[in-house]
């Protein structure tokens, strides 16, 4: 919204963090309580607005139940209609299940700027979104391997805007929240007196000190704690921003004045780069995806090399080779389960649970389907089940194994 990108927000959600978010950058946009008033007139509507279609936690009606939903549904037209003039839709975080705000979308006969509903993880779509929705002539589409978060902050790299003023450089984003202030006058008195004058100036001071980026001969001179400052917000950013190649181009600097906040950047970047190699890995075959994995190895063993307790690293480090050894056979298809195995436990002794699902993957891919079973029960105690449907389900060790589920995943890892 800040940037131009985003004008309306729809939300059937009754929380204020859509406006805390715009607050959170000095983003003010009209707020519309469509459960309390359904007056719309479309032309007095100013270009930034959200729309709270059930209602606010904070505001005098909610809507709940179904009933409720659907009497309400019927006013909601406009909305949609203003809404969809010239505008591409992002549908996040919804489902559309018992919903009538979903037939308001599924009413559209065609979105002339297209329609985006992004699905939850690896989940295929709803029946009632295929069928109603992602259709040929609608220009809808689904996109899933996301939750909102992470699809956000995705679209958001990729628009050059992430990370936000506030992170990315929080003395300058406190400075332009003071210029909204106005000089004050004392009472009785003619004059105003500026009273940021002296924050002003403090903010100006960190800027220089903290913000501004040192060129890179000064990087090479200076090692000061500024300087290892300066840089550590560089990688920072560079970090948020989805720049990781930029990152690591900073390991000289590390070098030569290492610091663990430096270090912690510096092994997500290569913790990054290995995931995207493993991501092209696994779409292809042969000796490309030999040479794919073995790079993704790299980065993971650069990334341990900086910081050796870093279970992310082993995880994803076993989950690749557990991933190259379905495309090999005999010998090489052991060698390399066992090396994965080798990887996840190292993770599992670190942080207990982080590599119970990848490693239930190597036993049960080993055939032994018993101690797959012994790490998913692992994963379930510890929350970390990758399926939302098991999560709630309780099983014992000896049931797990006669369960839908369990049979599901081994069909998949067969496949």
């Known amino acids: 919204m800040q940037s131009g990108f985003i004008d309306r927000v729809l939300t059937t959600n009754f929380d ?11 983003q003010f946009p009209a707020v519309y309580d469509f459960a309390a008033s359904q007056l719309l007139k479309s032309a007095d509507i100013p270009d930034k607005s959200v729309f709270y279609l059930h209602g606010q936690r904070s505001g005098f009606v909610l809507m709940n139940t179904v009933d409720e939903c659907n009497a309400h549904s019927k006013l909601m037209s406009p909305v949609f209609e203003d809404a969809g003039r010239g505008r591409l839709w992002i549908v996040v975080g919804y489902n559309g299940e018992s919903d009538p705000v979903f037939d308001h979308l599924a009413g559209v006969p065609r979105f002339d ?19 109603k929705l992602l259709l040929t002539d609608k220009d809808a589409f689904y996109t899933n391997g996301f939750d909102a978060d992470s699809f956000f902050v995705s679209l958001t790299q990729k628009l050059g805007i992430f990370p936000p003023p506030f992170i990315a450089k929080p003395f300058s984003h406190l400075g332009s929240t003071l210029q909204m202030l106005t000089p004050y006058s004392p009472p009785n008195q003619d004059s105003a007196e500026d009273v940021t004058e002296i924050a002003h100036k403090w903010i100006q001071s960190a800027v220089k ?12 001179k200076s090692r000061t704690g500024t300087a290892v400052r300066s840089l550590g917000a560089v990688a920072q950013k560079l970090l948020m921003a989805g720049k990781y190649d930029e990152v690591v181009a900073l390991r000289q600097h590390y070098d030569r004045a290492p610091t663990e906040e430096f270090a912690e ?24 995806a030999d040479r794919l994995f073995a790079l993704a190895a790299e980065k993971f063993q650069a990334a341990l090399a900086i910081k050796p307790d870093m279970h992310e690293a082993l995880n994803n480090w076993g989950s690749a080779l557990s991933d190259q050894a379905r495309t090999k056979t005999g010998d090489e298809f052991d060698a390399t389960l ?7 436990l190292q993770a599992e002794a670190i942080k207990p649970g982080v590599g119970s699902y990848n490693l239930a993957c190597v036993s049960a891919l080993k055939g032994k389907e018993y101690e797959a079973q012994k790490w998913l029960m692992q994963c379930q105690q510890q929350g970390q089940l990758p399926t939302r449907e098991h999560l709630n389900q309780d099983h014992d060790l000896d049931s797990i194994r006669d ?3 369990f049979r599901r995943f081994l069909e998949t890892l067969r496949d």
Request: net charge negative; proline share 3%; charged share 25%.
């Open 16 to 26: 204020p963090l859509v406006v805390r978010a715009c607050a959170l950058l000095n």
């Open 113 to 131: 700027n297209m329609l985006y509903w992004i699905g939850y993880g690896d989940s295929e779509p709803a029946k009632h979104v295929s069928e």
């Open 209 to 220: 000190q903290f913000e501004e980026d040192l060129s890179s001969s000064k990087r090479k």
């Open 265 to 288: 950047l510096l092994s997500w970047a290569y913790l990054m780069q290995g995931n995207a190699l493993l991501s092209q890995a696994r779409t292809k075959t042969g000796d490309e």
């Open 338 to 344: 066992d090396a994965a195995k080798q990887k996840l």
């Open 403 to 405: 369960t839908d589920w």
